[in-house]
T-cell receptor, first 114, second 116 residues
Framework: DQQVKQNSPSLSVQEGRISILNCDYT??????FLWYKKYPAEGPTFLIS?????DKNEDGRFTVFLNKSAKHLSLHIVPSQPGDSAVYFC?????????????FGEGTQLTVNP | EAGVAQSPRYKIIEKRQSVAFWCNPI?????LYWYQQILGQGPKLLIQ????????DSQLPKDRFSAERLKGVDSTLKIQPAKLEDSAVYLC??????????????FGEGSRLTVL
């Protein structure tokens, strides 16, 4: 049962353009959403998060949008830079018995071409 | 500040053998997690510790996997006996649960296991 799904395994964009990474979830108990970034041979690193009480959170070039009715979130990177090339994981958590367990999507490989 | 340390980085074993991974979390982080990441998939939580107590091990295959965090600091994850499908990267992470939970986990570089 894949509760967090990233349907695009890969995305390629030109430097300076916008990168949009998408994520869908099925569990309505999720109330906190995060994006992690992973370079090869390294562990994932936290990028940005959003609580279900918001629909947008911005941090520099990175913005996360949450559409609760559609159970969909997206990460926008503007402008994209070659150093942004990495695998991006969407993750979600819900309060309650699962505590702070994060459920991850499969990841999207972003390639930013110079 | 030192990050999460894991060892070994790479391990190759034959099926039915045993293997152990070690993790040293960031100093002061009470919560420690072990995740399994199979190639092409996202990380999946195996076990979560709060200090030296288990918070969540619902996804740990307990017939072959075990983990401990005896003194509330370092942790070891053991697989015995290993199966081919255990080939994965085992990620250790820690978090600071003081105050409001932010969801930010600090991951180590991982231990890549290949089972032949």
């Amino acid at each position: 049962d894949q509760q967090v799904k990233q349907n695009s395994p890969s995305l390629s964009v030109q430097e300076g353009r916008i990168s949009i990474l998408n994520c869908d979830y099925t569990n309505s108990m999720f109330d906190y959403f995060l994006w992690y970034k992973k370079y090869p041979a390294e562990g994932p690193t936290f990028l940005i998060s959003i609580s279900s009480i918001k629909d947008k959170n911005e941090d520099g070039r990175f913005t996360v949008f949450l559409n609760k009715s559609a159970k969909h979130l997206s990460l926008h990177i503007v402008p994209s830079q070659p150093g942004d090339s990495a695998v991006y994981f969407c993750a979600a958590s819900g309060r309650g018995t699962s505590g702070s367990r994060l459920t991850f999507g499969e990841g999207t490989q972003l390639t930013v071409n110079p | 500040e030192a990050g999460v340390a894991q060892s070994p980085r790479y391990k190759i074993i034959e099926k039915r053998q045993s293997v152990a991974f070690w993790c040293n979390p960031i100093s002061g982080h009470a919560t420690l997690y072990w995740y399994q990441q199979i190639l092409g998939q996202g990380p999946k939580l195996l076990i979560q510790f709060q200090n030296n107590g288990v918070v969540d091990d619902s996804q740990l295959p307990k017939d072959r996997f075990s983990a401990e965090r005896l003194k509330g600091v370092d942790s070891t994850l053991k697989i015995q006996p290993a199966k081919l499908e255990d080939s994965a990267v085992y990620l250790c992470a820690s978090s600071n649960t003081q105050g409001a939970w932010t969801g930010e986990l600090f991951f180590g570089e991982g231990s890549r296991l290949t089972v032949l």
